[in-house]
């Protein structure tokens, strides 16, 4: 018996130590680190923008610049099908479409750019939104206002609404462009008010929120609601333009709103609950169908966006990387040697960030997996 007792505990041991050396191999393996790629210094100033492609990326500002996937400066990659006669900015650019010099939307087919339209008005950004691409014009002696360009046609209109609406944003449904809503200033009653225009897939008017006596700056868009952003509120209207729930900002600090092909997610760092009992939150996540998530999100987090696989990553404490889902659960952390002023992550070089430090120099990160074994 006494043999039978120590050949069981010997194996039960064993059984243990094969869970534990399996644990442990996975997560060796599973280690990730954060390598700055070596490349030649590459300046980041106050105006530059950055936009990223298949083969590489450009820096757009009072000039352009082109580099690889390694940040080696490169010639411009582009063909163009006639000459610019001039030289060339980006200012904006969607998945099909790049808009050049503020005047010139080009169609990206690979890395051949065909112009597609010339524009008399001086454009700020373009959306692509179905069969049309929705511009951001500035009106001289107006301000920003909306033009839509129809793809099938190459002809521009306008949404509609007269000159008493002031535009300031506008956010679509992600998975199909179906829903639309504008976001305005309605600055003909006494006081200044928001009003948002809802749109179907073909632009037809369908539903106006009025009586939003307070002013929102930020819209966004999901199948069930919209989600406005205010300087004090965050208010969330059902599709019959009902509030459906609405949060305080009782803080200095702006919401932090992503947005992605599932939903929603706002991070506000302080206390959301309203009473002692209810638990500790510091975020909301709404799906596609407006179901709302009260989530604890990391301390002291800056510049959330978007990461792969529908996770997100955000700066802490100016040094820190987080990647975390969903539910705030965190998943990896990269320190990095040196303050952050900036940071980008895009679909193109999915194991990179781009990381601009207060020197203004960007700097290329490089994702690896580290081999412990």
């Not at 003909?188 to 006596?213: A, C, I, Q, R």
């Not at 819209?219 to 952003?229: A, Q, T, W």
């Not at 706002?266 to 996540?285: A, C, F, H, P, R």
Request: glycine share 6%; with cysteine; aromatic share 14%.
């Amino acid at each position: 018996m006494k043999v039978k007792k120590i050949l069981a505990l010997a194996f039960f041991l064993l059984v243990i130590l094969a869970f534990v050396f399996i644990f442990y191999k996975h997560n060796l393996l599973d280690r990730l680190t954060l390598q700055v790629i070596d490349h030649e210094p590459i300046a980041f100033n106050e105006t530059d923008n950055i936009f990223f492609y298949k083969d590489g990326f450009a820096i757009s500002g009072q000039y352009i610049n082109f580099y690889n996937s390694q940040g080696q400066q490169v010639d411009m990659p582009f063909q163009f099908d006639e000459d610019l006669g001039q030289d060339l900015i980006i200012n904006n650019m969607t998945s099909n479409y790049m808009l050049i010099n503020n005047n010139a939307i080009y169609k990206i087919q690979g890395m051949n750019l065909n112009l597609f339209y010339n524009t008399d008005i001086p454009v700020i950004s373009i959306t692509e939104y179905g069969k049309y691409l929705l511009m951001v014009v500035n009106i001289p002696d107006e301000g920003l206002g909306l033009k839509v360009l129809d793809l099938d046609y190459g002809s521009i209109t306008d949404l509609g609404f007269d000159h008493n609406y002031y535009f300031m944003d506008l956010d679509h449904t992600s998975i199909t462009d179906t829903f639309l809503s504008v976001l305005t200033l309605d600055v003909n009653g006494s006081f200044p008010s928001s009003k948002v225009f809802h749109y179907d897939e073909n632009l037809s008017l369908f539903g106006v929120n009025t009586g939003l006596d307070e002013f929102f700056y930020n819209i966004f868009r999901l199948p069930s609601c919209s989600i406005l952003i205010g300087n004090r509120r965050l208010v969330c209207y059902n599709v019959e333009g009902e509030e459906e729930w609405n949060i305080e900002n009782k803080l200095t600090k702006n919401f932090q709103v992503v947005k992605n092909d599932t939903g929603v997610l706002i991070y506000l760092d302080q206390n959301l609950s309203e009473t002692l009992q209810e638990e500790y939150y510091n975020g909301v996540y709404i799906n596609n169908k407006g179901e709302r998530q009260n989530i604890k999100l990391p301390s002291q987090l800056t510049n959330i966006s978007s990461y792969n696989e529908n996770k997100y990553f955000g700066l802490q404490h100016g040094k820190v990387i987080m990647i975390f889902d969903r539910n705030g659960n965190v998943e990896h952390e990269f320190f990095i040697d040196e303050d952050i002023k900036d940071i980008y992550w895009n679909q193109h070089h999915p194991d990179c960030f781009f990381i601009i430090n207060f020197d203004d120099q960007l700097k290329l990160y490089s994702i690896e997996r580290e081999d412990l074994l």
